[in-house]
T-cell receptor
Framework: NAGVMQNPRHLVRRRGQEARLRCSPM?????VYWYRQLPEEGLKFMVY????????ESGMPKERFSAEFPKEGPSILRIQQVVRGDSAAYFC???????????????FGPGTRLTVT | GESVGLHLPTLSVQEGDNSIINCAYS??????FIWYKQESGKGPQFIID?????DKRQGQRVTVLLNKTVKHLSLQIAATQPGDSAVYFC???????????FGAGTRLFVKA
């Protein structure tokens, strides 16, 4: 059973370009979470999605950032007009459910390291 | 606001010794806590979890202790090995919530 897949693993963009980060959850998981991590810091929640729905985007910057999880295909985190401050590692996680009976265990992907030059 | 913090940013232990990593959380409504291990260049890996109706839970070589009175969480690693060297994060969430709040992390160094 493959784990959470993310691609690309490394992405270099010039200021002003767009970055598209992909995440394929574990098989059977319909909940996807995106986190951002700066060097030597913890993970910061960005957005939580279920299939075709954004459930909680309270951690997402209001401008330039968007996320989707279509019915078919991976979840996409899109950053438009990137700036140097967007350079970070972006992690995706998936879970089967948020119900207490199944716990909240999230399985993380290997991350995408975005560098904005 | 978000506030899950750790008392010690770095911890250095001798191989074979026990390690204790501490964490403070601020949300009294949090009822589920998780410890993650993150090795360099990798995503966080689940270690152990605990619900608020428990004060102790044991896994293989790891034990998590929860003190709700002082909102404190700790991870104990028995007989620490070089492979345990990593950054450890505590995280909290609550029933019906979707947001997992991560602490800043503690870097564990294991000296051979």
């Amino acid at each position: 059973n493959a784990g959470v897949m993310q691609n690309p693993r490394h992405l270099v963009r010039r200021r002003g370009q767009e970055a598209r980060l992909r995440c394929s959850p574990m098989k059977g998981h319909s909940h996807v979470y995106w986190y951002r991590q700066l060097p030597e810091e913890g993970l910061k929640f960005m957005v939580y999605l279920q299939k075709e729905n954004i459930i909680d985007e309270s951690g997402m910057p209001k401008e330039r950032f968007s996320a989707e999880f279509p019915k078919e295909g991976p979840s996409i985190l899109r950053i438009q007009q990137v700036v140097r401050g967007d350079s970070a590692a972006y992690f995706c996680a998936s879970s089967r459910s948020v119900g207490q009976e199944l716990g909240y265990e999230q399985y993380f992907g290997p991350g995408t390291r975005l560098t904005v030059t | 606001g978000e506030s899950v913090g750790l008392h010690l940013p770095t911890l250095s232990v001798q191989e074979g010794d026990n390690s204790i990593i501490n964490c403070a959380y601020s949300n009294s409504a949090s009822d589920y806590f998780i410890w993650y291990k993150q090795e360099s260049g990798k995503g966080p890996q689940f270690i152990i979890d605990i619900r608020s109706n428990m004060d102790k839970r044991q896994g293989q070589r790891v034990t998590v202790l929860l003190n709700k009175t002082v909102k404190h969480l700790s991870l104990q690693i028995a007989a620490t090995q070089p492979g345990d060297s990593a950054v450890y994060f505590c995280a909290e969430t609550y029933t019906g919530g979707f947001k997992t709040i991560f602490g800043a992390g503690t870097r564990l160094f294991v000296k051979a």
